[in-house]
Nanobody, 124 residues
Framework: QVQLVESGGGLVQAGGSLRLSCAAS????????MGWFRQAPGKEREFVAAISWSGSSTNYADTVKGRFTISRVNAKNTVYLQMNSLKPEDTAVYYC?????????????????WGQGTQVTVSS
């Protein structure tokens, strides 16, 4: 089992920044690709960003490309999501996800692991 705990959410004005953190425990962190998803009220959960086990490969949703940056520090068992130029439409609960292997392609798999989520609210 992998346990994931997100932090760093909050209320910010449009144009502002936040950095989310996801601390992992339970298994060897570097064995897993990691990702972030979000779910707004009344909408389905959607992919935001993913990073490979080494950090050498990343992938972003078109809606956040150029504004968000995903990174990881394996020595700290932590993955981050730096969010800049935030927009009201970024308002959602953000979830950390661990894939089932080192491959970035496993992000979002049904057999992966999820955190409890952290609320991000962007006011206009």
């Amino acid at each position: 089992q992998v346990q994931l705990v997100e932090s760093g959410g909050g209320l910010v004005q449009a144009g502002g920044s936040l950095r989310l953190s996801c601390a992992a425990s339970g298994r060897t962190f570097s064995n897993y690709a990691m990702g972030w998803f979000r779910q707004a009220p009344g909408k389905e959960r959607e992919f935001v960003a993913a990073i490979s086990w080494s950090g050498s490969s990343t992938n972003y949703a078109d809606t956040v490309k150029g504004r968000f940056t995903i990174s990881r520090v394996n020595a700290k068992n932590t993955v981050y999501l730096q969010m800049n130029s935030l927009k009201p439409e970024d308002t959602a609960v953000y979830y950390c996800n661990a894939g089932v292997s080192r491959s970035i392609a496993t992000i979002g798999a049904a057999s992966g692991y999820w955190g409890q989520g952290t609320q991000v609210t962007v006011s206009s």
